[in-house]
């Protein structure tokens, strides 16, 4: 008989919280890897929503490390006051807009798909979860993972707004650090699942896991080195080789 621990967490990064999932989390419930039970895009609409939105999510995050002007280099040498370059997980706008520099990641197409497309989920009654992990030193292999992205579509900031009074008084400020306290708890069991699953990841091209825990279901999928553009900064690396793991979360909306 399976034991239900209800959880109330949220996700950060940088130490600003990003995201919040209510999770009810049964005591037993391994990883899967779905690879060969994954759809194609071609099949996307007669899937269900959480397969809609897994796959479509890591499709618009596919596309943002396959674009190369987010690094433009020779750009920046020539006009000091063009955005960029962005590298690595700071390509990733957080769905929240309050930062500069996810502001300025929204003049490029790749981006702002990224982000209208994860919240407009919201309107359809589902938060959306993506944080990204790399290994530690460099590889990703089983051993080490480190948070480099952390977001979703329930940041605590956007709750902030959400409240008819913004008085930061002892009342708001105490519920701010729930929300504070939840997130890291739920953050450090993201980081978990994207160590469980980047063995998996590393061992197989097309790797897919995926972990149901209730309400909210998660899935990793990897960034991979398959541009050889790439190159001049992972020299290191061959192509094919996993350069991250990210993590997607989807459940319904609790109504209000």
Same mark, same amino acid.
């Given at each position: 008989?399976?034991?239900?621990?209800?959880?109330?967490?949220?996700?950060? &990064?940088?130490?600003?919280?990003?995201?919040?999932?209510?999770l009810s989390v049964p005591s037993h419930s391994p990883a899967k890897d779905t690879s060969r039970s994954s759809i194609a895009k071609s099949d996307v609409k007669t899937a269900s929503i959480e397969e809609q939105i897994f796959v479509t999510v890591d499709d618009k995050v596919q596309t943002l490390f396959a674009d190369m002007s987010l690094i433009n280099r020779d750009a920046k040498r020539s006009n000091p006051k063009?955005?960029?370059?962005?590298?690595?997980?700071?390509?990733?706008?957080?769905?929240?807009?309050?930062?500069?520099?996810?502001?300025?990641?929204?003049?490029?197409?790749?981006?702002?798909?990224?982000?209208?497309?994860?919240? &407009?989920?919201?309107?359809?009654?589902?938060?959306?979860?993506?944080?990204?992990?790399?290994?530690?030193?460099?590889?990703?292999?089983?051993?080490?993972?480190?948070?480099?992205?952390?977001?979703?579509?329930?940041?605590?900031?956007?709750?902030?707004?959400?409240?008819?009074?913004?008085?930061?008084?002892?009342?708001?400020?105490?519920?701010?650090?729930?929300?504070?306290?939840?997130?890291?708890?739920?953050?450090?069991?993201?980081?978990?699942?994207? #160590?469980?699953?980047? &063995?998996?990841?590393?061992?197989?091209?097309?790797?897919?896991?995926?972990?149901?825990?209730?309400?909210?279901?998660?899935?990793?999928?990897?960034?991979?080195?398959?541009?050889?553009?790439?190159?001049?900064? #992972?020299?290191?690396?061959?192509?094919?080789?996993?350069? &991250?793991?990210?993590?997607?979360?989807?459940?319904?909306?609790?109504?209000?």
């Amino acid at each position: 008989m399976k034991i239900a621990q209800n959880l109330s967490l949220l996700i950060v &990064a940088s130490g600003v919280a990003v995201a919040a999932i209510r999770l009810s989390v049964p005591s037993h419930s391994p990883a899967k890897d779905t690879s060969r039970s994954s759809i194609a895009k071609s099949d996307v609409k007669t899937a269900s929503i959480e397969e809609q939105i897994f796959v479509t999510v890591d499709d618009k995050v596919q596309t943002l490390f396959a674009d190369m002007s987010l690094i433009n280099r020779d750009a920046k040498r020539s006009n000091p006051k063009s955005v960029g370059p962005f590298f690595g997980m700071s390509r990733i706008p957080q769905v929240s807009t309050h930062s500069m520099i996810s502001q300025q990641l929204m003049k490029f197409e790749s981006a702002k798909d990224f982000h209208d497309t994860v919240r &407009a989920y919201v309107r359809e009654g589902y938060e959306v979860g993506v944080f990204g992990y790399t290994g530690y030193p460099n590889k990703v292999d089983g051993t080490e993972m480190r948070l480099r992205y952390s977001d979703g579509t329930m940041s605590p900031l956007q709750r902030w707004e959400e409240l008819e009074k913004k008085d930061w008084n002892e009342v708001t400020q105490k519920q701010y650090q729930q929300w504070q306290d939840q997130f890291e708890k739920l953050e450090a069991q993201a980081k978990d699942f994207a #160590h469980e699953a980047s &063995a998996t990841i590393a061992g197989r091209h097309d790797a897919i896991v995926t972990k149901d825990l209730g309400p909210v279901m998660l899935r990793a999928k990897a960034i991979r080195l398959d541009n050889k553009e790439c190159m001049s900064c #992972h020299g290191d690396m061959k192509l094919g080789d996993p350069l &991250a793991v990210m993590v997607y979360a989807v459940q319904r909306r609790e109504r209000a």
